[in-house]
């Protein structure tokens, strides 16, 4: 059984490219399976990065560590260009970009300033989804619509394998993971309830004729390290409350902290629960005490 842990970096000052190479290297030496980015556009008071820009600036920072999107917004994107630039991080970087898909939504503003009512979130992503998948094969595609009209739409060359993990927790969400994924992407979910979802997807994709997949199932966790766990949460929790505007207490079942091996046994159930890919979102007091944690979290449960 293989365990995959990747990592968010910690935010870096303008201009530390030499300290971002650096702390690539010491990941990928230190044995972190992948690096992990999110997308958004402007969230809440105009925070986010472009997830697929990030992703090309990782991935050349090293030359052997996949990248993971998690999740990529792409209700606010039209599909042919997002295709395009899929398509030539393929070719960049070969096998080593993971998309993630989800429709966001915890903004509302996010989607109003980009020209997208919240409220076609889904139906926008249900009809983009198999647009790129259909377009990174490298064949002419034509779609009649409502949201995304294209004729005679190609781009070249082929993507190849890119796996398209969906995240989300809806009963809508697991129904996209069934049809148009290559895994789920959980968050804030109990171990029981992955073991459920997964068990969902299969049923679903079965019913669907996809039977042959090999299925990628993750969980992104946010995560503190440090001495104790008091120690650990303070970092965390003051992240996590400017990031969302809500208090640690809406988070604090699903957001372990303390030392590595507690983050480990925390995330130990949802391994015998069928996940194998860790997004982890690590904060500490040290930026340097967060990935360390990192890197000894995937020590352990690859063990």
Known sequence: ?????????????????????ATVAGLEAGGID?????????FVAGAGSDGLLHAAHLL???????????????????????????ADLAALAPGRLVLGV???????????????????????????????????????????GPCFPVREAQVLPPAGDLPIVIGGRSAAAVRRAA?????????????RRFATV???????????????????HGLQVWCGFGAGVEAATGPLAAAMESMYG??????????????????????????????RSFNLVPRAADQDVALAGVAEVRRLLAG
């Open 102 to 144: 989800g429709v966001g939504g915890e903004d509302p503003h996010e989607f109003e300033v980009c020209g997208v009512d919240p409220t076609t979130r889904g139906r926008r992503t249900d009809e983009a989804l198999p647009l790129v998948r259909r377009l990174l094969t490298g064949e002419p595609v034509t779609s009649a």
């Open 198 to 216: 997964i068990a969902e997807v299969a049923e679903q994709a079965a019913a669907a004729g996809r039977t042959d997949v090999e299925w990628r």
């Open 34 to 42: 992948h690096l992990a980015v999110g997308d958004h556009v402007s």
């Open 179 to 191: 049809r148009h994924g290559d895994g789920w992407l959980g968050i804030w979910i109990s171990p």
């Open 246 to 275: 809500l208090p640690f207490s809406s988070f604090a079942r699903y957001s372990p902290a303390g030392r590595p091996a507690e983050v480990a046994a925390f995330l130990q159930p949802y391994v015998d629960a069928g996940c």
């Open 1 to 21: 059984m293989t365990v995959r842990v990747g990592t968010f970096l910690p935010d870096f000052a303008p201009g530390s490219l030499a300290a971002r190479r």
């Open 60 to 86: 050349a920072l090293s030359d052997r560590l996949p990248v993971h999107v998690g999740v990529y917004l792409l209700a606010l994107r039209h599909p042919v260009p997002v295709a395009r630039q899929l």
